[in-house]
Nanobody, 123 residues
Framework: QVQLVESGGGLVQAGGSLRLSCAAS????????MGWFRQAPEKERQFVAA????????YYADSVKGRFTISRDNAKNTVYLQMNSLKPEDTAGYYC????????????????WGQGTQVTVSS
């Protein structure tokens, strides 16, 4: 069992930065690959970024590539999402998720989810 708690969301102007954190409970955190997804009102939850359990491989949606960076600290049971050059279209609830192995792009494949943190980017 893994419990996930996101933090770090807020209101920021376009062009600004935020760093989201996702703290995980459970001794086996380092075994899980982690993903970030986001969901805007009345839209589907979509993939943002993911990182393998070892931290050796990262994956990004085209819309955030070059602006967002995912990282993890297994000693702290935490995964991060550094978001730079934010745009109004990045406004959404951001959710972290965990799964064991496999493809990291589909929300249907993740086993555990956090409650989300809101990011609002003003123009």
């Amino acid at each position: 069992q893994v419990q996930l708690v996101e933090s770090g969301g807020g209101l920021v102007q376009a062009g600004g930065s935020l760093r989201l954190s996702c703290a995980a409970s459970g001794r086996t955190f380092s075994s899980y690959s982690m993903g970030w997804f986001r969901q805007a009102p009345e839209k589907e939850r979509q993939f943002v970024a993911a990182i393998r359990w070892s931290g050796g491989s990262t994956y990004y949606a085209d819309s955030v590539k070059g602006r967002f960076t995912i990282s993890r600290d297994n000693a702290k049971n935490t995964v991060y999402l550094q978001m730079n050059s934010l745009k109004p279209e990045d406004t959404a609830g951001y959710y972290c998720a965990a799964r064991l192995g496999g493809s990291l792009y589909s929300k249907y494949d993740y086993e555990y989810w956090g409650q989300g943190t809101q990011v609002t980017v003003s123009s």
